[in-house]
């Protein structure tokens, strides 16, 4: 007997006769001598199959079952990409996940069963499927070199504009184009970071006050609210098993230079202790800083007075156990484990003292000096960020922070306002070595720039290095190029920049309002590679007519 439920199911036994041959061979290797059991007489009781069990991930469905002995399972689902799993444990009572389904299509899948005895039976079924929602992005790939590409399916944490308020879908597609596994945290009513796997192999969100855990089928593992803090846009999993992210101390503020004390977001590193659900460590980066500075047009920020770092990355250097955080306003800072200032990595205009009164430390010692390829200091035009050179830029606006094994740091350069102009001109990935005692910088890498506005992003945007050494660049929101508005993942290998792999997600804007203000319109908030059943570990180390995005649309980014 089969019970069906929450989708349609149509199933087709092979029967012995067809694979009489192939199971008397699996008897004499394995040395048994009674005839292996159909697959109905192995399952005791009800197969059961929920497309969908936990209403956050369409494409997955679970199949639970128990055996009359332990066996181990396997799972294909055929296709033009075929995804397959084995599950090598050997169990009575199963609960499996079937993963990678295509939408809006009648699935075929084969599901097989293997006794400690080496004899195996299978059973064909079908599983159909919905449509993607209409207002998810369209697929194109434009490049496709698979023997120079890193494995895996694609990832994008898709942001749905939804009438002032973004719709968080982590999103995997493959090879063609087609989506095969999408997370749905629409349901928390707001925007969600920043679908990071853990050791467990389970997916972290933030939701500002709340930590979800969940599975690849959606199930909750965990929720923790947090008290003191907030977290947002860039959580990562420290060796000890504490969270690192981007924070909001509830009720800290500044002193403005006017006087004005005002109530600051995204100027906190936090170290979070998920089995305590408690702080542990904290670094205020307003304490390091000057709060004052502006040198981008304040309209980039809602409300400038009160995000004035917007803390978008961080990274932990570990020779040292240093924190490299990312402000979009300001630029990179380094703080030492011992809650020492470093450096500071942004163009040298315009530093002050830091603290939140205004009134701590000079900031200008701290400033990273920019070489030349040659090693010698550029001109003072340069250090100040008024100009750039062949060799050096510096970066502004970024994005996504990696410490390399060679100790240089690898991100995304947005290029908003880049040498202080407001003519739009490239975004880039970059690659600069730092001399902390120094404190010096050089570019020895980029790409990017060749290609100008059409891959410039001014907001969100990243970049990956991957496990075979290739780098996978995402432009998370490009408007201003000849084609419609949309995103780009670009792999290229390293050092020869020969991109092996293009996608380009062309966003629908569907649930907005169509203006160019916040959570009007969609974007890409970061990429990765990732294998559906994945440890855990990941595959990291570590596209309508021309528009404009407006200053107000992009102070969360």
């Not at 090879?175 to 997370?183: C, F």
């Not at 917007?310 to 030492?336: C, E, F, T």
Request: proline share 4%; charged share 25%; hydrophobic share 35%.
């Amino acid at each position: 007997m089969i019970e069906v439920m929450k989708t349609h199911i149509n199933w087709s036994v092979k029967g012995l006769q067809q694979v009489g041959a192939f199971f008397a061979v699996l008897l004499v290797l394995s040395g048994c001598g009674t005839a292996p059991k159909t697959f109905d007489e192995l399952v005791k009781g009800d197969l059961a199959l929920t497309l969908n069990p936990y209403e956050r991930s369409p494409l997955g469905a679970l199949t639970s079952f128990t055996t009359t002995e332990p066996v181990a399972v396997s799972l294909e689902i055929a296709g033009d990409i075929s995804i397959s799993k084995t599950f090598d444990t050997y169990n009575t009572i199963h609960s499996v996940p079937i993963l990678g389904l295509y939408p809006n299509k009648l699935n075929s899948v084969k599901l097989t069963l293997t006794t400690e005895a080496g004899a195996s039976v299978t059973k064909d079924f079908s599983i159909q499927t919905a449509p993607l929602p209409d207002f998810l992005p369209s697929i194109n790939i434009t490049k496709l070199e698979k023997n120079k590409m890193e494995e895996g399916l694609h990832l994008i944490e898709m942001l749905v504009a939804n009438n002032g308020k973004f719709h968080s879908y982590t999103m995997m597609f493959d090879d063609n184009g087609a989506v095969r596994w999408y997370m749905d945290m629409s349901s928390t009513g707001q925007i969600t970071y920043s679908a990071l796997r853990n050791k467990r192999g389970n997916w972290l969100y933030l939701d500002w006050d709340d930590i979800y855990e969940l599975d690849d089928l959606g199930r909750q593992v965990s929720k923790k609210q947090m008290t003191s803090f907030a977290g947002n846009h860039h959580v990562m999993e420290a060796d000890n098993g504490n969270l690192l992210m981007g924070g909001t101390r509830k009720g800290a503020d500044v002193v403005r230079a006017d006087g004005r004390r005002v109530v600051t977001r995204f100027d906190h590193v936090l170290e979070w202790d998920l089995a305590a659900n408690q702080p542990v460590n904290y670094w205020d980066i307003g304490e390091y800083l000057d709060i004052d500075r502006i040198v981008f047009n304040p309209g980039y920020s809602l409300d400038f007075m009160a995000d004035w770092f917007h803390l978008n990355g961080i990274a932990k250097d570990p020779k040292d156990g240093s924190i490299i955080a990312s402000g979009r306003s300001q630029g990179v800072v380094k703080m030492g484990a011992d809650k020492s200032l470093k450096w500071i990595m942004a163009p040298h205009a315009r530093w002050g003292r830091a603290g939140r009164t205004g009134q701590g430390n000079p900031t200008e010692p701290f400033l990273l000096t920019a070489l030349d390829s040659e090693g010698k200091p550029l001109p003072e035009n340069v250090q100040f960020g008024i100009e750039s050179t062949d060799d050096f830029s510096w970066n502004t606006g970024q994005h996504s922070m990696n410490i390399l094994p060679n100790g240089n740091l690898l991100i995304f350069d947005n290029g908003m306002s880049r040498d202080f102009a407001e003519k739009p001109t490239y975004s880039r990935a970059v690659e600069y070595k730092i001399d902390d005692e120094k404190r010096t910088i050089q570019q020895v890498w980029q790409y990017g720039k060749e290609r100008g506005l059409e891959m410039f992003s001014p907001i969100t945007s990243d970049v990956d290095v991957l496990a075979n050494g290739n780098r996978l660049i995402t432009s998370g929101n490009i408007r201003l190029s000849d084609e419609p508005a949309h995103a780009k993942l670009i792999e290229i290998t390293y050092p020869k920049n020969e991109v092996v792999f293009e996608a380009e997600i062309y966003f629908k804007d569907a649930k907005g309002t169509g203006e160019q203000a916040w959570a009007q319109f969609d974007l890409v908030y970061r990429g990765q590679r990732y294998n559906l059943y994945d440890d855990g570990q990941g595959k990291e180390i570590a596209t309508s007519s021309k528009s404009t995005i407006s200053a107000q649309a992009l102070h969360q980014y």
